[in-house]
Every structure is written in structure tokens, then in C-alpha cells.
């Protein structure tokens, strides 16, 4: 097979970022207007961005009918992601670093890219730092003990796009898919919760878990 002059490989490499570029924004749109016409199927939360990072960091939070430990529980279940969690395409774990954390690829539906992260465990809660192809990616996930058997989740992310991408990848575009992966995640926990609860409003920390999207 002839090899593609350099000037077209590049051609070639452009078009695709550009192409993944728009389909992000695209979904990032499309699911931000599915999450306004499903507000009653989601938890109560907060989408912001996290004060004087100059936009740069994201933060969501919201609580979630079950104790810190069980939260942890799902979330450091690598395998079983696709499952519990409706961003995640797939998931594979490929082993631990030297200093503990987990190494873990998956597939993200709302990023539209194959991920791969490094995640620790801390007394607070977990911290990660990720590589997709061209986007970067390092968050944070407290786990904050209600005292009455919720948690209160609050995540916090952020982003570098790199190369050409970069030119077309504004704050605006990062923001949105940054709120649309929080909002999944934390509507995954959410219901996880109420599937342990069984539907029980006696169940430790139902009463304290909000029921509606803002």
C-alpha cells in the first residue's frame, strides 16, 4: 500500500479532530436539552464553575441516598461501570501503579473517546488523572458523610485539549461536557441509591436526597 504524502496525513488528522471536536458540541447540546426534559427522573444538584479557577475547573455535587462507603464501593468497581454508570461504553482494568492507583481504560459515550486514567483512593474520597487521545483530564470525587446515611458527592474536573484541537476547544465547549459527565455520573449514583432503598422512603438518607434536576 503507497504511504499518504506528509501534507495529506496532516490533512487527514485535522479532519478528524475538527470532526470529533463538533460531534462533542454537538452532544454536549443535545444532552444538556435531554436533561431539562427529564428533570424529574434526576436528583436535585449543582452544576458550577469551581470559584477562582478562572472557569477552568468544573464542580458538581449532589446527595446521593447512601453511606460514603457503598458510594466508594461502586465507584472503585471498575469492571461493572458499564453497567451502573450510562456514560460508560466499556471499561477495562489494566493493572495498579507502583503507588496504588488503579489504571483504567473506558469508553466514554458523552466524550465520544476511549479513556485512560490513573485513580487513587484517599480518606476524602478518590483523585484521578486521565488521557484520551488529544484531551487531558484530572477530578476529584468527595465523599462527604450526611450523618444520616446519604452522602453528599461532590466532583470537580478539568480539562486541557491538545494540538490543533486545541484552537477550536473554547471554555464554553469544555464547560458543557464537563457538566453533561457530572450530571450523568451523579444521576448514576442517584439512582443506584434509590434501587438499594428499594423505594423505601424509611431508608436511611431518603429523605435528605433531592428528586429534582436544577
Known amino acids: 500500500m503507497l504511504a499518504l504524502p506528509n501534507h495529506m496525513t496532516r490533512t487527514r488528522r485535522t479532519c478528524r479532530a475538527i470532526v470529533t471536536l463538533l460531534a462533542l458540541s454537538a452532544t454536549a447540546v443535545a444532552l444538556a436539552g435531554e436533561g431539562a426534559d427529564e428533570a424529574e427522573d434526576t436528583p436535585e444538584m449543582t452544576l458550577h464553575d469551581l470559584p477562582h479557577t478562572d472557569g477552568n475547573w468544573q464542580e458538581g455535587e449532589a446527595v446521593i441516598p447512601a453511606p460514603a462507603n457503598q458510594i466508594r464501593a461502586w465507584l472503585v468497581d471498575y469492571a461493572r461501570w458499564p453497567e451502573r454508570f450510562s456514560d460508560v461504553q466499556s471499561a477495562e482494568v489494566l493493572g495498579q501503579t507502583s503507588d496504588g492507583a488503579a489504571i483504567v481504560r473506558f469508553r466514554s459515550r458523552i466524550a465520544d473517546r ?76 442517584w439512582t443506584l441509591g434509590l434501587h438499594r432503598c428499594h423505594g423505601n422512603a424509611s431508608c436511611p438518607g431518603w429523605a435528605t436526597a433531592g428528586h429534582k434536576a436544577r
Open 114 to 189: 476511549t479513556i485512560t486514567i490513573h485513580e487513587w483512593q484517599t480518606d476524602w474520597g478518590l483523585r484521578y488523572e486521565g488521557q484520551g487521545g488529544d484531551v487531558s483530564t484530572r477530578g476529584r470525587i468527595f465523599l462527604v458523610d450526611q450523618g444520616d446515611g446519604s452522602t453528599r458527592v461532590i466532583m470537580q474536573s478539568t480539562s486541557e485539549v491538545h494540538g490543533f484541537l486545541r484552537l477550536f476547544a473554547t471554555k464554553g465547549v469544555k464547560r458543557k461536557s464537563a457538566f453533561n459527565i457530572m450530571r450523568a455520573h451523579l444521576t448514576s449514583l
